[in-house]
């Protein structure tokens, strides 16, 4: 979608800091980082949110996710994974993401 940012970005129109790229994903740097590391990853099918992905997209995301999180970023004391769905949930930007945290002890 044109007027989608994550889209953009993952067309290369918009710049990114990106830490990990397949056929199914792309993950990078949250521009306002809530967190030492804080990576969102997306699919690179335009799907607007979590509750219009079919399962097959959400297990190659999820399973993305872990490899990202675990084995590129080495968040070896653990991280948090946030996925904000709709307005009641802080969706701001409609092209699904997940957001991983980590980097320091998380509380709420
Ligand atoms: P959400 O509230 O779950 O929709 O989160 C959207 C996230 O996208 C926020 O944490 C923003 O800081 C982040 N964001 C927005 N624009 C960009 C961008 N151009 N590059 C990286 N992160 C962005």
Known sequence: ????????????????????????????????????????VIPKQHVATFSDADEALLG?????VRHVADSVLGLKEGWRLIVNVRAGGGQEVYHL???????????F
């Open 1 to 40: 979608m044109s007027d989608c940012i994550f889209c953009r970005i993952r067309d290369g129109e918009l710049p990114c800091k990106k830490v990990y790229e397949d056929e199914d994903v792309l993950a990078f740097h949250d521009i306002h980082p809530k967190a030492p590391v804080h990576v969102l």
């Open 60 to 64: 190659r995301l999820m399973d993305r």
């Open 97 to 107: 993401h997940a957001h991983i945290l980590g980097g320091k002890r998380l509380s």
